[in-house]
């Protein structure tokens, strides 16, 4: 644990990370991914470093994901409409002059974009952050345009850290003519993250490690958000 953030557990329901002796910038609003809630490891090591330059984070589980750390049993995620409900329920509770950013690991970041092509919540909001974007389960190329079909309707910027192995989508998966019209979207930046798979772990020959990659994403998201506020 960094020395210079302060990290406040709401039981099970969320994490607030914030820098110890500096202002906060802005707020991030952060969501998990399907099968790892807001203590994974990954999650706490990138909310952790974005405390650290000055951005508050609140982390926090969507309702299965609570019943899962309480119960010790996993369970699946809820519909999506449950889901995007929670994330609106989350936002509606803030309480803060800082500039808002919604974020999301995988799936969160999936219901995250799916907010920022929100007409109303863009209003509410600078920004959107994706780690790890699902754009198709692998094996299953064709959910590609089920699931960045509403990226035409963004409101807000967006910005997608992926890995260029990733299983979800990597580099050589999207790169024929109908991925790269959907991706040349002017609201959409694409930071491809070295070596790194769904989670941004790389292969040991790349010569980069996982803490390396997971910097690289925090300085990518620290750089979308200074530009935009």
């Known amino acids: 644990m960094s020395d210079i953030v302060e990290k406040l557990e709401h039981g099970f329901k969320s994490t607030v990370y914030q820098h110890a002796h500096l202002?906060?910038?802005a707020i991030v609003v952060m969501?998990?991914?399907?099968?790892?809630?807001?203590?994974?490891?990954?999650?706490?090591?990138?909310?952790?470093?974005?405390?650290?330059?000055?951005?508050?984070?609140i982390s926090f589980n969507f309702d299965y994901m609570q019943?899962?750390?309480?119960?010790?049993?996993?369970?699946?995620?809820?519909?999506?409409k449950q889901l995007l409900t929670q994330f609106n329920?989350?936002?509606?509770?803030?309480?803060?002059?800082?500039?808002?950013?919604?974020?999301?690991?995988?799936?969160?970041g999936r219901v995250a974009s799916q907010l920022a092509a929100t007409s109303e919540l863009g209003l509410k909001i600078q920004g959107c952050i994706v780690l790890g974007y699902p754009f198709m389960p692998p094996?299953?190329?064709e959910k590609f345009a089920d699931r960045t079909q509403h990226f035409?309707?963004?409101?807000?910027?967006?910005?997608?850290?992926q890995g260029e192995r990733d299983t979800f989508g990597?580099?050589?998966?999207?790169?024929n003519e109908s991925h790269e019209s959907v991706l040349c979207?002017?609201?959409?930046?694409?930071?491809?993250?070295?070596?790194?798979?769904?989670?941004?772990?790389?292969?040991?020959?790349?010569?980069?490690?996982?803490?390396?990659?997971?910097?690289?994403?925090?300085?990518?998201t620290v750089k979308f958000i200074h530009d935009l506020v």
């Not at 990597?170 to 790169?175: A, C, F, I, Q, R």
């Not at 070295?194 to 690289?216: A, C, R, W, Y």
């Open 31 to 57: 969501a998990h991914g399907a099968g790892a809630g807001n203590r994974n490891e990954f999650m706490d090591c990138y909310c952790t470093k974005l405390a650290e330059s000055q951005i508050k984070v």
């Open 152 to 161: 035409i309707e963004l409101t807000v910027p967006l910005l997608i850290n």
């Open 139 to 141: 094996g299953k190329p």
């Open 185 to 220: 979207n002017s609201k959409l930046q694409l930071k491809w993250i070295p070596s790194g798979d769904h989670s941004f772990k790389p292969l040991k020959s790349s010569g980069v490690t996982i803490e390396e990659n997971i910097q690289t994403a925090v300085r990518n």
């Open 23 to 25: 202002a906060s910038k």
């Open 89 to 108: 329920q989350v936002l509606s509770e803030l309480n803060t002059n800082l500039p808002v950013f919604i974020a999301g690991k995988s799936m969160g």
């Open 170 to 175: 990597g580099v050589d998966s999207l790169s």
């Open 67 to 80: 019943i899962m750390y309480e119960s010790g049993k996993r369970r699946p995620p809820n519909p999506n």
